[in-house]
């Protein structure tokens, strides 16, 4: 399938809002462009047939003015679209990034990474419908976007690992029963140990592709070693890994706060989740798949995040690979499966 036709298929998620069933991420223009980066655009016709079935419409805008995490979502994507037609993808996405930082958790981190699904597409082939979804996923984050407590970095004495490491979690009392993992990580509202503890995290001298390394190295054991929680630290991964194809749009006197908003994010999540400390005992088996047969077999699943954590771990593997990583992507495809 070539870059046209794949449009074809985009540009049927454009009359789809992007959330669903109370709050559900619209993973459909992701996936097309996971599988376009694994050379498996073949697959994303029966994806988005199955997909869109269960998607809602884009409904109108309603009048008002705009305010982040104001959950319009047809008001920022018309927003977003009119900034691009007015400017370019790269002035936008750069002028829009820092104020939507500090709202990363946007929607469980799916604004983050549904930006940076559309700005890798848009880069690789350039189009109309292109746009439109960097307009998508710049209105969705924006209209998802919510803060965490507390502030990364303002009293730094420990590195990312002791950081991680350390951190305190809820204790079964505190923690939420709720069904979004956004709603889960409202429960460290007000939490003070969580504050604190991530105004200690020292980030100033790893560069962002070592943090980004690191950061997903620790997602996929904690992934890997919190039963029940898995699903959650899967999106610290592809979060993480997401903001690879931002970083081209912020300048370099702007990456800790990427960096910032990327560990903020995670650290929440696992925080949210108990803050299990088995992923320091974690321990590779024997036997490991190859990462390049992981995208196809996720395709071949037909599962949303599978795809997208196999194309992510193939990226990943390549700059720093990682076993645990693997295993991620093979525990994520197995689920898909059932």
């Known amino acids: 399938m070539n870059a046209a036709s794949l449009d074809a298929v985009l540009s049927r998620f454009h009359t789809t809002a992007p959330t669903y069933d109370g709050g559900m991420s619209n993973h459909g223009p992701m996936v097309v462009e996971a599988l376009e980066t694994a050379g498996l655009a073949d697959y994303a016709s029966a994806f988005a047939q199955e997909a869109l079935s269960t998607l809602e419409p884009l409904q109108e805008a309603p009048e008002g003015d705009l305010v982040l995490g104001d959950t319009n979502e047809a008001g920022w994507i018309e927003h977003y679209r009119a900034r691009i037609k007015a400017a370019s993808i790269e002035a936008v996405v750069r002028e829009a990034l820092p104020p939507l930082l500090p709202g990363a958790m946007a929607g469980a981190t799916h604004g983050l990474i549904r930006l940076s699904h559309a700005v890798r597409g848009w880069g690789r082939a350039p189009s109309e419908v292109r746009a439109e979804e960097v307009a998508h996923a710049l209105g969705y984050w924006a209209s998802a976007f919510q803060p965490l407590p507390g502030e990364v970095g303002t009293a730094p004495a420990v590195d990312l690992h002791t950081a991680m490491a350390t951190l305190p979690g809820l204790t079964e009392g505190e923690r939420s029963r709720a069904g979004m993992i956004f709603d889960r990580v409202r429960a460290l509202d007000g939490v003070q140990r969580f504050a604190d503890a991530v105004a200690t995290v020292d980030l100033r001298e790893q560069s962002s592709s070592d943090f980004i390394s690191e950061m997903v190295a620790i997602a996929a054991r904690l992934m890997l070693t919190t039963p029940g929680a898995g699903f959650a630290y899967l999106h610290a991964i592809t979060a993480t ?4 194809s931002l970083l081209p749009f912020v300048d370099a006197s702007s990456e800790l706060a990427v960096r910032h908003a990327v560990f903020h994010c995670v650290a929440a999540l696992h925080a949210a989740h108990g ?31 599978a795809i997208k954590l196999a194309v992510t771990v193939v990226g990943e593997m390549s700059r720093r690979p990682d076993p645990a990583l693997l295993c991620a992507a093979v525990a994520e495809i197995n689920r898909s499966r059932g």
């Open 275 to 305: 803050g299990s400390k088995a992923w320091l005992e974690w321990e590779p088996p024997q036997a490991l798949p190859e990462a390049q047969t992981l995208p196809l077999e996720a395709g071949r699943s037909q599962g949303d995040h």
């Open 241 to 244: 890994s997401a903001v690879r």
